[in-house]
Nanobody, 116 residues
Framework: QVQLVESGGGLVQAGGSLRLSCAAS????????ANWYRQAPGQERELVAT???????NYADSVKGRFTISRNAEKNTVYLQMNSLKPEDTAVYYC??????????WGQGTQVTVSS
């Protein structure tokens, strides 16, 4: 089974930027759709962005125009560029294959904290 490892989280002031990375243990992102989810304390996990192997990317309304999902197939890595960060973007961010389903593959998560 493929492993996913996220990195790039941290503490940033409102208005700042971060780039998250999700590295897969094998070539998977050129085949399957990759997703970024996030979960804030006390809230349900939320789909943030999606990049299919072919086709257009999709974003949650709350991040449209600020976040960009991209893929480097040669590096088996998916990225989430986050600009104009807001305190409400504070959450643990997870890389995912397979959507929010029982057989999905998840990374361990990376914490993003945006201070006001």
């Amino acid at each position: 089974q493929v492993q996913l490892v996220e990195s790039g989280g941290g503490l940033v002031q409102a208005g700042g930027s971060l780039r998250l990375s999700c590295a897969a243990s094998r070539n998977i992102f050129s085949i399957y759709t990759a997703n970024w989810y996030r979960q804030a304390p006390g809230q349900e996990r939320e789909l943030v962005a999606t990049i299919p192997s072919r086709g257009t990317t999709n974003y949650a309304d709350s991040v449209k125009g600020r976040f960009t999902i991209s893929r480097n197939a040669e590096k088996n890595t998916v990225y989430l560029q986050m600009n104009s960060l807001k305190p409400e973007d504070t959450a643990v961010y997870y890389c995912n294959l397979g959507g929010n389903t029982p057989r999905a593959t998840w990374g361990q998560g990376t914490q993003v904290t945006v201070s006001s």
